[in-house]
Each structure stands twice: as structure tokens, then as C-alpha cells.
């Protein structure tokens, strides 16, 4: 019920009477949003209270769309009422009419339209939105997550209300992703993007549940643990990353060699960024002069991940790379221009990409990958998700923090330098020496026995 209080105005204390009610709040789903709004009504007198109330009720009805009694509003909304009974008692009424007299009733109270979505059109607004103050990468996840869900939905189920998905629904596509051969993690991680998709949809009031919290979290341990590499591992990775590719095996002409061999030194370069900096491979191979200062010889950006929160890293350069960097030809004048020129327009991902090409410097160095995150049948692997390997390109993140840990330089510095907003995020970049950890035993005390 509306109440009205009285606000502090001009001097002789004659302010205006304020209006105070509550309105629905989406977020809570409960009536517990406060309204404050002046009535404009002054004065103390009986009378001027009197107005100030009823102009606040007035505010309250609006805002919560109350159709008063007796008028013509009144009577096109009992009519719709009525007509909704007869459906119901003629075995006619369902959710898609449920929604039309919905729909009717909006319109009569606020002359409103009823916002209305499919799983399929709010998947795709949703989409339109994130992608305003999203990283592309970020995108990527969220589309490849959304198609997934409403390809399992099908061409029927995918343009129905949002409501009309329900948490056994949910459940049953879970499991398909883990039947298919996915981790934990990302079947963990598919589930996360279709929740946020709802928690927006109930934020707008388009649907009162979302049919993913209900679900109990799965086991995540057979998911694929990165593993970082030794000092010498990541010598012989730039050792034969500076070789160029083929070399000896095919004919080339004097340019094609200098150009393999630029692209051989941008390799060794970037192993030697990630290595010492911790950047990811897109932010590593796209590096750019404007983020390097090699006078205050310190690297400065906003990596990709962390570019909607503005997350900055600044890390000082540490000798090798500095000397790397110094060495370097600056081909152009702008600021931003990169330092890996050829490296920077190399996609990532592709078969010809930056991630498959360190893995054949990978072996050509004799550097294992590791452990596949599943076993390969010879017949029976088709439609079971990519294999992952404990190592890869990112495990020179993973090298980083960990030699900085074995290091004995703190974990806020250590989160500071790799960007990590959580203890539990970092602790899984971090890894143990096991040299040092067996020096560590050999300091124990030994046992004397008598």
C-alpha cells in the first residue's frame, strides 16, 4: 500500500509530500523494489495530506498497471477473464493460449505489448547484447554454447517459449555432451552460458525460472590438467622454433628463405614473450610496440580475457626477452604496430594455425605433449569432442607462474604479474618444482633409533 512521507524542502520547511510503494523486482521475485516519486503537493494541513495520498496510490496503480473498478478497462478485462474460463472448462486452454490472454490483459492495464521470446530469439538477443562489452573470444564460447543447445532442442522445441524448457530437459542434454566424450569442465562450462542465458531472461521479467539451477554439479576430475614445461624444454622449443620450417627439404628462392626465416625468429620471439610474461597466445602473437617500453624496459596491456573489467598487467621485462626485443627491426611507424608482424595475422585456431604450429615445433624439439584427455579406439572414437593434451602453448602460462612460485616471489605479486583475479584460478597455474621439493625432504631430520 502506498504511504507518503514528508521531504525536507525550503527553509520555512514547506516541502513537497513524497509518494513511497513497492513495485515487483525481477531479481528477487517479490514485491520489494521501493518507489519513491514527489507528488508536488505541499503544505501540512489535513487536506494537502489527503491530496499527497491519493496522488501516491494514483503513482502506485500505474506503476503497478491496476486497472480500477467500474470503468471501461474494468469491463474489457473481466470480458478476457471470462473468455479464458470458457477454454478452460472446454479442455481448449493451454500455455500458448495462456499467453495470448496474458498478452490481452497487458495491453488493457498498460497499453503495453507483451515482450515475448523463443529460446531460440532471446538465445540470439542475449548474444547481440554480450557482444557490446565482450571480448570476440568470449563470443565465440557463448555462440558455439547457445547453437549447441538449440540444435539438441530441434526445429520445434528451439521456437517455443522460454518457459517451456524445462530442468529435465536441461538434465538430458547434459548428459548427451558427456555421453559425446566432453570433460567436466566444459560440459560444466556449456551449462554456465544457457543459465546466464535465463538469469538475463528473468532480469526482464520474460520468464519467473531457470530450468539450469536446479541441477547438481557434476564431477569434474576427468578433465585435462595443463602441465608446464622445464627451463631445458623451453630451450629446445626456441632453439627449434628458430630454425625454419622445412629447411633443406624444399627449394627456395633467396626471398622465400628470408621470409621463412623471419617467421622462424618471430616463433622464437613469441615462445620467449610467453614464457617470460605468462600472456596467452592471442595476446602474446599480437602483441604490440604501443605496450612495450623497453626504456622502462616493461610490458603494459589489458589482456583479451579481462578487457571488459579493464584488468591492466604490467609486467617488467625480464633480460633475455629485453634483449630479444631490442634486437628487433621496428619496420613502421605506428605506435601499435606489432611486434610479430607475420605471427600477429595467423589465426589461432585453424589447421594451419598458431596452436597446431607449436605443436609440430613441439616434436620437432622432442618435447612431449603429454597425456591425451582420453584414449583413442581405433573405430570408436567418431563424435567423442577433441583430444587435449596436457601440454601445449598454454602450458607456457602455466611455466611462468610457476617459475616465479618456485621462485619465492609472493602469490599477490605473482597474481598481479599473470592477471588472476582469484587464489583459485592461480592455484591452478602453479605448479612445484620436484627438485625442489626433494631438496626440501632432504632437510628433514633424520630418526635415530635406539
Known sequence: MASIKKRPGTKDGNGAWQAQFYVFDPLTG??????????????????????ALAKAIEFERMALGVIPA???QAQKAKAILASAVENIERDKFTPLTARKYLAELLDVATGEELATFTVETWSAEWIRRKARDSSPAT???????????LEWLGDERRKKPLESVTTAMVRTWRESLQDAGRAGKTVQSYLKDIGAVYRAAIREGLTHFNPVTALEQIATDDSQDR???TGAEVAALMTAAAKPAEAGKVKRTPEQE????????EWRGLILVAAFTGLRLGDA?????????????KITLIPSK???????VC?????????????????????????????SKTSIGARAGLSQTFNKIMSNAGVDRGKPSRVIEEGKDKGKGRITYERGFHSLRHTFTSWLRNAGVSEEDRMALTGHSTRESHAIYSHHDEAALRDAISKLTSITES
Open 258 to 265: 628470408a621470409a621463412a626465416a623471419k617467421i622462424a625468429q
Open 139 to 149: 563470443i565465440t564460447r557463448y555462440t558455439s554454447h547457445t547453437d549447441a543447445f
Open 285 to 297: 602473437s599480437k602483441l604490440s610496440w604501443a605496450a612495450v617500453d623497453l626504456a622502462g624496459k
Open 315 to 343: 609486467i617488467p621485462i625480464q633480460p633475455d626477452l629485453l634483449a630479444y626485443l631490442e634486437a628487433v627491426p621496428i619496420t613502421s611507424d605506428k605506435p601499435d604496430a606489432p611486434v610479430f608482424p607475420v605471427l
Open 30 to 51: 517479490k514485491f520489494d523494489k521501493q518507489v519513491r516519486k514527489s507528488t508536488g503537493i505541499k503544505g501540512d494541513g489535513p487536506t494537502a495530506q489527503k491530496k
Open 70 to 72: 467500474g470503468t471501461d
Open 227 to 229: 602441465k608446464p614445461f
Open 306 to 312: 579481462t578487457k571488459r573489467k579493464k584488468r591492466e
